[in-house]
C-alpha cells in the first residue's frame, strides 16, 4: 500500500468525483493510514516516529470528513485513536483530543466514548501525580462501562478498574484499593471463563492483591496469592496465543521485580524456583 502513497492525493482528487465523495475519500485515507500502523507496530522503535506521525497526520484528515458527514460516533473513535497514538508525544495535543471524544460522547449520548476519553485522561492525570483528578476521571468511565453501546463494556470496565488500582495504590489509598482489586479479580475472572482463555488482568489482579497483602505486613497472605498466580499461569499459559503470551511474561518478571515474595535474597525457594520455571516454559513458546 504504501508503495502507492505518492498517488494518494490523486487518488482523493478522483474520489471527489464520486457518488458519495467524503466517504470514499475517508476510506483511501485510513488505508494508508492503517499501512503506517501496521509499519510501526511490526518493525518496534526503529522509523517508527515517521509511520506514526504519518498516521496521526491521516487520521487528523479523516476526524475533519467524519465530523462532515455527522458520523460523530466514529468521529470519536478517530479522535481517541489519534490520543493514543499521540502517547508518546505531545502530552497537550493528546488531551485535546480526549477532551474533544469526551464531549461528542457527552453530546451524543455515546457512552464507550465517555469511558475511553475519561479512561485515557485519567491514565493521564495519574502519571503526572494527579491522583485524585485521576480517580475522578476513572469513576467516570467504570460508571459508563456498563452503559456502552457495544460489546466492549466488559473490558471497558476492567481495564478502568485496573487503572484506578494502580493509582489507589500510588496514592496509598489501600482500604479502597483492596475493594478495586476484588473486583478487578472478579470481573477478570468472569472474562476467563467466558472466552475460554486466561485473561491477562486475572494474573494483574493476583499481582496487585499480592503487593497490597505485603505493604499492609501480611507476608504469608502474599505467599498464598503468589501461589494462585503461578498456579494459574502454569494451568492456562499453553492455551495463550504466542502474540499475547509476551505480556502474560512481562507481569510475571513485574512480579519477581516488585515483590519481595519473590526477591531471591528473603523469598521461599519454592516460589521463587516455580516462577523461574514458568518464565522459562514462556520463553521457551517464544523462541527467545
Same mark, same amino acid.
Given at each position: 500500500?504504501?508503495?502507492?502513497?505518492?498517488?494518494?492525493?490523486?487518488?482523493?482528487?478522483?474520489?471527489?468525483?464520486?457518488?458519495?465523495?467524503?466517504?470514499?475519500?475517508?476510506?483511501?485515507?485510513?488505508?494508508?493510514?492503517?499501512?503506517?500502523?501496521?509499519?510501526?507496530?511490526?518493525?518496534?522503535?526503529?522509523?517508527?516516529?515517521?509511520?506514526?506521525?504519518?498516521?496521526?497526520?491521516?487520521?487528523?484528515?479523516?476526524?475533519?470528513?467524519?465530523?462532515?458527514?455527522?458520523?460523530?460516533?466514529?468521529?470519536?473513535?478517530?479522535?481517541?485513536?489519534?490520543?493514543?497514538?499521540?502517547?508518546?508525544?505531545?502530552?497537550?495535543?493528546?488531551?485535546?483530543?480526549?477532551?474533544?471524544?469526551?464531549?461528542?460522547?457527552?453530546?451524543?449520548?455515546?457512552? #464507550?466514548?465517555?469511558?475511553?476519553?475519561?479512561?485515557?485522561?485519567?491514565?493521564?492525570?495519574?502519571?503526572?501525580?494527579?491522583?485524585?483528578?485521576?480517580?475522578?476521571?476513572?469513576?467516570?468511565?467504570?460508571? #459508563?462501562?456498563?452503559?456502552?453501546?457495544? *460489546?466492549?463494556?466488559?473490558?471497558?470496565?476492567?481495564?478502568?478498574?485496573?487503572?484506578?488500582?494502580?493509582?489507589?495504590?500510588?496514592?496509598?489509598?489501600?482500604?479502597?484499593?483492596?475493594?478495586?482489586?476484588?473486583?478487578?479479580?472478579?470481573?477478570?475472572?468472569?472474562?476467563?471463563?467466558?472466552?475460554?482463555?486466561?485473561?491477562?488482568?486475572?494474573?494483574?489482579?493476583?499481582?496487585?492483591?499480592?503487593?497490597?497483602?505485603?505493604?499492609?505486613? *501480611?507476608?504469608?497472605?502474599?505467599?498464598?496469592?503468589?501461589?494462585?498466580?503461578?498456579?494459574?499461569?502454569?494451568?492456562?499459559?499453553?492455551?495463550?496465543?504466542?502474540?499475547?503470551?509476551?505480556?502474560?511474561?512481562?507481569?510475571?518478571?513485574?512480579?519477581?521485580?516488585?515483590?519481595?515474595?519473590?526477591?531471591?535474597?528473603?523469598?521461599?525457594?519454592?516460589?521463587?524456583?516455580?516462577?523461574?520455571?514458568?518464565?522459562?516454559?514462556?520463553?521457551?513458546?517464544?523462541?527467545?
Amino acid at each position: 500500500v504504501l508503495a502507492r502513497e505518492g498517488r494518494m492525493e490523486e487518488l482523493l482528487e478522483e474520489g471527489t468525483t464520486a457518488d458519495d465523495p467524503d466517504d470514499i475519500c475517508c476510506k483511501i485515507l485510513e488505508i494508508f493510514a492503517n499501512a503506517h500502523e501496521m509499519q510501526f507496530i511490526g518493525i518496534g522503535q526503529r522509523d517508527s516516529r515517521h509511520h506514526r506521525k504519518e498516521a496521526v497526520k491521516l487520521q487528523k484528515r479523516r476526524v475533519v470528513l467524519l465530523g462532515k458527514m455527522q458520523r460523530f460516533r466514529d468521529q470519536g473513535d478517530v479522535m481517541c485513536f489519534i490520543a493514543q497514538l499521540l502517547e508518546d508525544g505531545d502530552e497537550a495535543e493528546m488531551a485535546r483530543y480526549y477532551r474533544m471524544a469526551r464531549a461528542l460522547g457527552e453530546e451524543h449520548g455515546f457512552f #464507550a466514548l465517555e469511558c475511553r476519553s475519561c479512561l485515557g485522561l485519567g491514565q493521564m492525570a495519574s502519571l503526572e501525580g494527579r491522583y485524585e483528578e485521576a480517580l475522578d476521571l476513572m469513576r467516570n468511565a467504570l460508571a #459508563a462501562a456498563p452503559l456502552t453501546e457495544n *460489546e466492549h463494556g466488559p473490558m471497558y470496565e476492567m481495564t478502568a478498574l485496573d487503572a484506578m488500582a494502580t493509582a489507589l495504590f500510588h496514592a496509598k489509598r489501600f482500604d479502597e484499593l483492596e475493594e478495586v482489586l476484588q473486583r478487578l479479580q472478579a470481573a477478570a475472572k468472569a472474562a476467563t471463563a467466558r472466552d475460554g482463555v486466561l485473561s491477562l488482568l486475572e494474573v494483574t489482579s493476583l499481582f496487585g492483591i499480592a503487593r497490597l497483602h505485603e505493604v499492609r505486613g *501480611e507476608p504469608r497472605k502474599a505467599a498464598e496469592d503468589v501461589r494462585a498466580l503461578l498456579a494459574l499461569v502454569r494451568e492456562h499459559h499453553h492455551a495463550v496465543e504466542p502474540s499475547l503470551l509476551g505480556a502474560f511474561r512481562t507481569q510475571l518478571w513485574h512480579a519477581c521485580e516488585h515483590l519481595q515474595t519473590l526477591d531471591p535474597e528473603v523469598g521461599e525457594e519454592e516460589l521463587l524456583k516455580s516462577a523461574a520455571v514458568e518464565l522459562a516454559r514462556m520463553q521457551l513458546r517464544l523462541g527467545a
